[in-house]
């Protein structure tokens, strides 16, 4: 085998290309590399096709992304390229002065291949018939929405009109077959002169898949060239859900097949690995007769999606350590692209007194940490905050000591504190005897006045891109006199005080009202929380699991936590772990509980307005 390859290592991901020499026909399939500033590996075939009318022929191809995972038009990591649309996106402070995700509402907004639409008239409705948009970064193009989408107002216009400046234009789902809930793709370009390649689509789970596309041709004339294109199911499903409603790309592409003036021209025939990767491209001619040699493409041994890790084994200079003594808070904060942490603990007479901060672990050394004193503290929670000249910094922490928030940052010389804010929060006070009491009235009533208990969460809540934090009043319970029996005597009697959650935020500008009571979430001490993206808009949800339940909050444009949404099953228990992640790639956050010890867990999917639960082997166990 005569080979020539490359291999693009990203993520414990490898790719290799290969040219096998079983064919005699001279020539190769064209392909081309490339490396993008963040590291991905792409790979490019562009597909052979006749010649068009004055030079029109469509520009496509087979496109690799190394950072793509299982999503893709073709398969997973591939797409077809030189087929364009316009897709839903959220709502942004910076741009509309909110932050929502997409949830088919008048706060959706779109993208012309990734590009903003911008309203040119700000007063004319977003989405609606007639409005006129342009590219947010400078492109001359005009985008004008037009009718109402057959799925309702809220899913915004039935179609879109592109108009460039040589005259030529685009239209964007002006055909059933080329409009999904959450996608317009085109459905024809046309020039100046009239010459027109047309698109021709199919819809599956809420998903387009291309099967044609037609050329050679002005206006509505039959097209005398065709790109057709054959599909399987799919081995793993691209599947999300957009407020509810789910999206599943289940096909993968198996052949293309080229046709000019009713002749064959060429045809590329797709071939897979077991686990739904793509193992080879042949391009053959038209009749199937002849082909180059195969472009082959190998793999490391894991199946899509799987979960691996790769272990550092190392040394610190702080001994004596286990989950069951010590905790850790993770970081970047030194802003060299690798995790560093903050270790400190949770026993003995140091417990939350101080932390030594390791920077730059490396395997088998032994990684030194100075102890930084810091004083009694109820919490250490990383942070992204700006300088002083109002710049986003690398990522440091912040020290939650009382009502006292002070932020640090890791310098080449040590340990600063970069500002501080202070905030003192209400104090709970309850009463002896209920007023329903029988005490005698001249007998005055007690008050006892309490510092509630907080739990103290980070996360990003306001969508500004800088960290704030929760302050959680635990639930209280209390004991105090009650109403009498029938004997006239004070019955025993408690109660539990919901306490509020605080917002903080910790942005450095605000010197002042920088703290709001963001109502009741209902945390006790036996609850378990977390912080995650739950409906994909950019801000932190706080999850609140309780053993049966959960329940998902947000912050609100006032300042409050909302609920989002809450679900009950027997499966969540908070005696077990809970591991939240991304692992469908929608951008929304799931969880994973165990169902018990063994291979099998219960995943929770966020559809953007609920949960989702599945049962699942995964290939490791508790």
């Known amino acids: 085998m005569k080979q020539f390859y490359f291999s693009i290592l990203f993520l414990s991901f490898s790719f290799y290309i290969s040219a096998q020499t079983t064919s005699t026909e001279v020539g190769t399939t064209e392909g081309q590399l490339t490396v993008s500033l963040t590291g991905n590996a792409n790979y490019t075939i562009p597909i052979a096709v006749p010649p068009g009318i004055n030079g029109v022929e469509p520009e496509i191809g087979l496109s690799y992304n190394s950072q793509k995972g299982l999503t893709g038009t073709a398969a997973s990591g591939w797409d077809i390229s030189g087929v364009s649309s316009i897709t839903r996106i959220p709502s942004t402070k910076l741009h509309d002065g909110t932050i929502d995700g997409v949830d088919f509402d008048a706060l959706d907004r779109f993208a012309l291949n990734g590009q903003r639409l911008i309203r040119k008239d700000s007063t004319a409705a977003y989405g609606g018939n007639g409005t006129v948009y342009e590219t947010e970064y400078y492109s001359n193009v005009r985008v004008t929405s037009y009718g109402v989408h057959p799925s309702g107002a809220n899913y915004g216009p039935e179609y879109f009109l592109v108009e460039y400046p040589d005259g030529s234009k685009e239209l964007y789902g002006n055909s059933a077959d080329s409009r999904s809930v959450a996608e317009w793709a085109i459905t024809y370009w046309e020039n100046a002169q009239g010459v027109r390649i047309n698109y021709k689509y199919s819809i599956s789970s809420n998903s387009l898949i291309l099967e044609s596309v037609k050329y050679g041709t002005r206006g509505i004339a039959t097209p005398i060239n065709e790109i057709q294109f054959t599909y399987e199911p799919r081995y793993i499903p691209e599947n999300y859900y957009i407020a509810g409603t789910n999206i599943k790309r289940d096909k993968n592409l198996t052949g293309i097949k080229v046709i000019g003036n009713g002749v064959g021209y060429r045809n590329y025939a797709l071939t897979y690995q077991s686990f739904g990767r793509i193992k080879e491209i042949v391009e053959k001619s038209g009749d199937n007769t002849k082909s180059y040699n195969p472009t082959v493409f190998e793999y490391e041994a894991k199946a899509p999606g799987e979960i691996t890790y790769i272990p550092i084994s190392t040394t610190t200079s702080v001994g004596n350590i286990n989950s069951l003594n010590a905790a850790t808070v993770s970081g970047d904060f030194d802003e060299d692209g690798k995790m560093d942490f903050l270790l400190y603990p949770t026993t003995g007479p140091d417990a939350k007194k101080k932390f030594w901060p390791f920077i730059n672990i490396e395997s088998g050394d032994v990684n030194i940490g100075a102890p930084y004193n810091s004083g009694a503290f109820d919490e250490i929670l990383s942070s992204t905050f700006l300088s002083s000249g109002g710049k986003v910094m690398p990522q440091g922490w912040t020290l939650v000591q009382g009502n006292v928030f002070t932020t640090y940052a890791k310098s080449a010389t040590g340990i600063y504190a ?165 692992y469908n790639g929608d951008g929304k956050s799931d969880f994973m509980i165990p169902k018990e010890y063994g291979n099998y867990w219960y995943s929770y999917n966020s559809t953007g307005a609920g949960l989702l639960k599945e049962e699942n082997m995964y290939p490791f166990c508790l």
Do not use: H, W
């Open 418 to 582: 970069q500002y501080q804010k202070t905030y003192t929060f209400p104090q709970f006070t309850y009463y002896s005897e209920s007023p329903l009491s029988c005490i005698k009235a001249n007998t005055p009533r007690i008050a006892t006045t309490v510092s509630l208990p907080k739990r103290f969460i980070s996360g990003d809540f306001n969508g500004d891109g800088l960290t704030d934090i929760a302050a959680i009043e635990l639930n209280y319970t209390y004991s105090y006199l009650g109403p009498c029996d029938i004997y006239g005597e004070p019955l025993p009697s408690t109660s539990t005080y919901l306490g509020y959650t605080y917002f903080v935020d910790m942005d450095r500008r605000l010197a002042a009202n920088f703290t709001t009571r963001a109502g009741r979430l209902g945390v006790s001490i036996n609850s378990v929380t977390y912080v995650a993206d739950f409906n994909g808009d950019g801000k932190s949800d706080i999850y609140v699991f309780d053993l049966g339940k959960v329940k998902v909050y947000s912050l609100n444009d006032s300042k409050q936590f909302e609920l989002l949404t809450q679900f009950t099953d027997t499966g969540i228990d908070t005696a077990k772990p809970i591991l939240i992640g991304d």
